[in-house]
């Protein structure tokens, strides 16, 4: 049975411990070793690129991180590798670079962004480079294909359902989703309190949310659900910003 309950441990910094992109960017090296010294929780993101390797990353296309046009997926992790992240030192990591910054000090819940069609073998390549890590993981995504991958995989690490949305259609999509066996949600903040996730916790389903940016917010976010993903400032000292 796999125990979900250490994401509601520690707040869990949204792309790492970044600083909205002016110095530290989301999703680097230089964030999540922000996040390990300041002993908060990683949310990272995945993209399966051309050459089958996970690699961190959130966007499907290069302009935003990277300054240039283009799909990510066309790209090898060797060549993401030399590509600079918003002009900083700071280059694309990989999912075994990831690994082995944190060696197990904080945990990590990671989400694979999918894409119906284009994603054989992902699962089975993100479990692959877990194997044998020592240290506390959750996997998660949007994509319920990738959901089914893992659980049909039978992943030791758990599997979570990242989700929004407030009308009975998208609970009745969720729930489908939960039926593969999932083992927690990370839900939008500003979509609760809502049915859905009222029934999956007293279920005793772990749930955190995303992406809180303030006081207010985690202080809504606590009063509907276990944990947050944050960014922008630091919950340990209101008002401060990271």
């Known amino acids: 049975m796999r125990d979900a ?21 989301e999703n680097t090296l230089s964030a999540f070793k922000r996040a390990v010294d300041a002993g908060y ?14 690699v961190v990353f ?17 790209k090898s992790s060797g ?9 900083t030192a700071d280059k694309v990591p990989t999912l075994k670079a990831l690994l082995d910054l944190v060696k197990g000090k904080v945990p990590l819940v990671i989400e694979l962004k999918g894409r119906e069609g284009d994603d054989e073998g ?43 949305g407030v009308r009975p259609v998208d609970f009745d999509a969720h729930r489908a989703a939960m039926a593969y066996g999932l ?36 202080d809504h976010s606590y009063a509907h659900a276990d944990q947050i993903t944050f960014e922008g400032f630091d919950p340990r000292a209101e008002g401060t910003a990271v």
């Open 5 to 25: 309950a250490f994401v509601k441990r520690l707040p869990v910094a949204h792309r790492g411990l970044h600083d909205g992109n002016n110095a530290v960017w």
């Open 41 to 54: 929780a990683i949310e990272c993101d995945l993209q399966y690129v051309a050459d089958a390797v996970p």
């Open 58 to 74: 959130h966007d499907d296309d290069m302009e935003r991180l990277l300054k240039i046009k283009g799909d990510v997926r066309e």
């Open 79 to 87: 060549e993401l590798s030399l590509m600079s992240i918003g002009g």
């Open 122 to 164: 992902f699962a089975a390549s993100v479990l692959e480079i877990l194997e044998g890590y020592d240290g506390e993981v959750a996997l998660m995504s949007f994509d319920h294909h990738l959901l089914k991958d893992l659980a049909e995989l039978e992943s030791p690490y758990p599997i979570g359902l990242t989700a929004e």
């Open 183 to 218: 083992d927690f949600i990370s839900y939008c903040v500003m979509h609760l309190p809502n049915g859905f996730i009222e029934e999956q916790r007293k279920a005793s389903v772990p749930v955190i949310t995303w992406t809180v940016r303030n006081k207010a917010q985690a």
